[in-house]
């Protein structure tokens, strides 16, 4: 007797006598469940590497070129998903979730939104996709390692001429001001800030020193992103670390003013 059906019924009905019902790929693309979430986390809680929360979405509207479509929320319950990054979602955003290796995850590939108050800079490998142009940064002891940490303006801005052979790249985060260091008193130098992935660090640099002309110093402090106290956005390092051996009490503090 000749039974109708394909492979894939046969198998379906092998694994449904089982009670196992295989994801439908129609339905999950590809075998990986999926849904659209809503950011219900606040900014503070947001950041790469951490899980934040959202809230399952229905996509609805006419599935036609040109259509516009809907979302309406599945209930008032919220899932919580890791955020792979490298930019950073606000709150209110939707995103598509993934389930991978038994958890959430989602990932932010897009620009992450300009600040408040105008466009945002960027530093190339840098995780924060967008950083307001004008940053404040505080010292708590400026009197501390010789004066190296002092509180001033850091802009973003078309790199120095003087600065060029250091290979900053055409446009850097620098201080407004200028320092001079009580070890080599006739050096006046400014403060530069960099990134690659998800740390952040503070060096100086030199326009002339005896060490040549330019001289970028050594890295003095770094904040890693992802890490308590520190986020894209809002913009915020607050929990980093100055060099081996350096004061304790010279914290630095970065923020938008």
């Known amino acids: 007797m000749a039974i109708g059906g394909t492979g894939d019924d046969f198998e379906?009905?092998?694994?449904?006598a089982g009670r196992l019902v295989p994801p439908d790929p129609d339905l999950v693309?590809?075998?990986?469940?999926?849904?659209?979430?809503r950011v219900t986390s606040p900014?503070?809680?947001i950041a790469v590497g951490h899980?934040?929360?959202?809230?399952?979405?229905?996509?609805?509207?006419a599935e036609a070129e040109g259509g516009v479509g809907d979302f309406s929320a599945v209930g008032s319950a919220t899932v919580?998903?890791?955020?792979?990054?490298?930019?950073?979602?606000s709150t209110g955003d939707y995103l598509v979730c993934r389930f991978v290796d038994n958890r959430w995850a989602v990932e932010r590939s897009g620009v992450a939104k300009p600040p408040a108050g105008g466009g945002g800079g960027t530093i190339p490998s840098c995780f924060c996709t967008s950083i307001p142009t004008t940053l404040r940064m505080t010292s708590a002891n400026?009197?501390?390692?010789?004066?190296?940490?002092?509180?001033?303006t850091i802009q973003y801005g078309p790199t120095p001429a003087w600065a060029s052979s250091l290979n900053l790249g055409p446009e850097i985060y620098l201080s407004t001001g200028s320092f001079f260091d009580p070890l080599l008193a006739s050096s006046p130098f400014s403060y530069l800030l960099t990134c690659r992935y998800n740390q952040f660090?503070?060096?100086r640099l030199y326009p002339v020193s005896p060490?040549?002309?330019?001289?970028?110093?050594?890295?003095?402090?770094?904040?890693?992103?992802?890490g308590y106290g520190n986020t894209c956005s809002p913009f915020h390092l607050d929990n980093g670390l100055a060099f081996p051996g350096s004061d304790p009490t010279c914290s630095v503090t970065i923020d938008q003013p």
């Not at 060490?211 to 904040?223: E, F, N, V």
């Open 12 to 16: 379906r009905i092998r694994l449904g």
């Open 29 to 37: 693309g590809g075998g990986v469940p999926a849904f659209v979430g």
């Open 43 to 45: 900014a503070s809680k």
């Open 51 to 61: 899980f934040l929360m959202v809230q399952p979405i229905c996509v609805l509207g």
């Open 80 to 89: 919580p998903a890791y955020l792979v990054g490298p930019g950073v979602p």
């Open 142 to 152: 400026p009197a501390g390692n010789y004066g190296m940490f002092q509180s001033c």
């Open 201 to 203: 660090a503070l060096t």
């Open 211 to 226: 060490y040549g002309s330019p001289y970028r110093d050594a890295i003095l402090y770094t904040w890693l992103v992802g």
